[in-house]
């Protein structure tokens, strides 16, 4: 079975900072994606950023890039340029490739972006 | 484009009673995924629905059951609710297609067990 484990329960970083989520995964598989959602206050999940197995080059969307270590099992989020509407609970999510499969969640990080 | 929508958005039952959580997918998906999230826990799987059948469901007891109808719409039940059931159920929908395709999430509904 697939598991998704992140060490951090909570983070802070100073607005305009830089911040780095930690993530790690446990698969026997070869093929999948991983992903970093983002959970305001308003309860809705929004994703963020998706990593390919199969590409070695980092995904990166404005802000947020993730460094994507395949041997290892991890896979981290690194905010740039915090801002306030950053605060949020982040959860990393593993999914493999095949049909529509369930998305496998760690128990998520919540970050304080401090003014 | 309309998201994915749940109603009700909070629901409070009693011990014993029965829930109905409804989701409305994102259209074109035809995919419905429903996801538990409990104080202080992540999400667990609870089950997913794609053309009308049930895929795959989670590690929940049978009291935990659901629907998809034609118009992909989405009903979880909860039977014999428990002080446990509390938790924020979240439901998802997708295209179909490999693991790529990212499920985009509603709001959720809050079920509280009094």
């Known amino acids: 079975a697939q598991t998704v484990t992140q060490s951090q329960p909570e983070m802070s970083v100073q607005e305009a900072e830089t911040v780095t989520l930690s993530c790690t995964y446990d698969?026997?598989?070869?093929?999948?994606?991983l992903f970093w959602y983002k959970q305001p206050p308003s309860r809705q999940m929004i994703l963020v950023i998706r990593q390919e197995a199969y590409k070695q080059q980092n995904a990166t969307e404005n802000r947020f890039s993730v460094n994507f270590q395949k041997a290892a099992k991890s896979f981290s989020l690194k905010i740039s340029d915090s801002q306030l509407g950053d605060a949020a609970m982040y959860f990393c999510?593993?999914?493999?490739?095949?049909?529509?499969?369930?998305?496998?969640f760690g128990t998520g990080t919540r970050l304080t972006i401090i003014p | 484009e309309a998201g994915v929508t749940q109603s009700p958005t909070h629901l409070i039952k009693t011990r014993g009673q029965q829930a109905t959580l409804r989701c409305s997918p994102i259209?074109?998906?035809?995919?419905v995924y429903w996801y538990q999230q409990a104080l202080g826990l992540g999400l667990q799987f609870l089950l997913w629905?794609?053309?009308?059948?049930?895929?795959n469901r989670g590690n929940f007891p049978p009291r935990f059951s659901g629907r998809q109808f034609p118009n992909y719409s989405s009903e979880l039940n909860v039977n014999a609710l428990e002080l446990e059931d509390s938790a924020l159920y979240l439901c998802?929908?997708?295209?179909?297609?490999?693991?790529?395709?990212?499920?985009?999430f509603g709001d959720g509904t809050r079920l509280s067990i009094l």
């Open positions: 999510a593993y999914r493999r490739n095949f049909g529509n499969e369930k998305l496998t």
């Open positions: 629905y794609d053309e009308g059948e049930e895929r």
């Open positions: 259209s074109g998906h035809t995919s």
């Open positions: 998802a929908s997708s295209l179909i297609g490999g693991g790529n395709q990212p499920q985009h």
């Open positions: 698969t026997s598989e070869s093929d999948y994606y």
